[in-house]
């Protein structure tokens, strides 16, 4: 089965972060956040526009991850005309409020501009740190984001936030970084510094420790799944539910592992409970879907992918695993609509629409179109097996628009052999190809 590829990551962490502390969805975060941008120009006259050049100058930075390696500049302010009295500075907490909106809105070049004027303007403002060390993980500066993360929990110990946010950045630099050779005690460093962390928690305000540890035990998950420690991984998601029993998060994470280890029954047990408990959280439902449609509950699978996508038509997810439904529902009109409506909307974060389009054509006898899309989900997702089984077929077969290539389609099943050396279908292939 094709993976779920971490579609959370929509979702900026500090939105999680701020979710799983209070309690709530990222749903009713956007909602909440719908208000906080029609104050975000009042907030820029408070600020003076003193942005506004840096905003011209700087490259606007993509939704997805970005190639940068180096931060925008902060450009100098204008010297104040002679005889004029220099205009006073905004406080460093409005470039922090600024920095928020700009980061959830996805606006990360922005969003570093705000944060480092506030942490160059009052360094001692833990906001400001922990939003320009996030900022810097967004822009792949993975080496300026550990050490202002660093130095906020060093100056403020009892940050939650801090410690989370460091322990993200690690993992950040760990799938962002393709020779691992140099980075290959993250994962070790970032489950040490979540247990400083919970030594923080368990010492900090006693009406917040559940939701504290909740967040901890949560990021240690993501950790244990990366180290493909799949029973640990769903053993401490699960320490979090106890602590956070009603979060659609944590429920959708303890899912997405059973379906990773091939359990869907379990799977789509905590899939619904997640859906219950957040009802007009786009994610769970659409994942929900995927599952119900794996499951062969086409059907109902159809409903509930239809509304995921009618609730949420700008999210990528929703719409693409409307696709994915649809194309397990045999509905390829659809399904071709939908898969490349959600391609149009985030070109890079979901290697799996790209997958299921390439899929699509190849069923099509497109093989020109199917041999592009699968190329392009195994460029975003090279260890996944199925993907380069998928595209070596493709480089099987002949059509009226694309002949056979019999080396590409071996590379391709020899690579998919050597990922899962038990998958048959892969194995089959490089008996043919020889």
């Not at 969003?111 to 320009?132: K, N, V």
């Amino acid at each position: 089965m094709a993976p779920n590829l971490a579609p959370r990551s929509a979702w900026p962490k500090v939105v999680l972060d701020s979710c799983l502390a209070h309690g709530l969805s990222p749903q009713s975060s956007v909602q909440r956040r719908h208000s906080q941008s029609r104050r975000a120009a009042a907030l820029l006259v408070a600020l003076g526009l003193t942005l506004s050049a840096a905003q011209t100058a700087a490259p606007a930075a993509p939704s997805s991850t970005p190639p940068a390696t180096t931060a925008p500049s902060v450009p100098a302010a204008p010297a104040p005309a002679a005889g004029l009295p220099a205009k006073p500075r905004p406080p460093a907490a409005n470039y922090v409020a600024l920095g928020v909106l700009y980061y959830d809105q996805g606006n990360f070049g922005d969003a570093y501009l705000a944060f480092r004027t506030a942490a160059e303007a009052d360094p001692s403002i833990s906001g400001a740190l922990l939003g320009l060390g996030r900022t810097q993980s967004r822009l792949r500066l993975y080496g300026p984001a550990l050490d202002t993360l660093k130095k906020l929990v060093a100056q403020d110990p009892r940050n939650v936030s801090g410690y989370l946010a460091l322990a993200q950045a690690y993992q950040a630099q760990y799938v962002g970084t393709s020779d691992r050779n140099p980075i290959l005690g993250n994962l070790d460093a970032a489950l040490k510094v979540l247990d400083a962390g919970e030594a923080a928690t368990r010492g900090g305000e006693s009406d917040k420790l559940d939701l504290n540890l909740s967040k901890i035990y949560n990021e240690r998950g993501y950790i244990y799944r990366l180290q493909q420690q799949s029973d640990k991984a769903i053993e401490t998601f699960k320490k979090a539910n106890t602590l956070n029993p009603d979060n659609g998060i944590i429920l959708y994470n303890i899912g997405d592992m059973y379906y990773a280890t091939g359990d869907i029954p379990q799977a789509l047990n905590y899939l619904q409970l997640a859906v219950i408990a957040d009802p007009g959280d786009p994610f769970n439902r659409a994942y929900y879907a995927k599952l119900l449609a794996l499951s062969g509950n086409i059907n109902a699978a159809k409903s509930e992918a239809a509304q995921a996508a009618r609730v949420a038509p700008q999210n990528p997810y929703a719409v693409g695993q409307y696709g994915v439904v649809s194309y397990l529902a045999k509905d390829a009109k659809t399904a071709r609509a939908q898969l490349m409506a959600s391609i149009k909307l985030d070109p890079l974060r979901y290697p799996e629409f790209y997958y299921y389009m390439g899929r699509l054509e190849l069923d099509q006898g497109n093989l020109k179109e199917a041999r592009n899309n699968l190329t392009k989900s195994v460029a975003l997702a090279s260890t996944t097996p199925e993907y380069l089984y998928y595209l070596g077929l493709s480089y099987e077969r002949s059509g009226q628009d694309a002949a056979p290539d019999k080396i590409k389609a071996l590379d391709s099943y020899s690579r998919a052999a050597r990922l899962a050396p038990n998958y048959q279908l892969a194995l089959d292939g490089v008996q043919r190809m020889r």
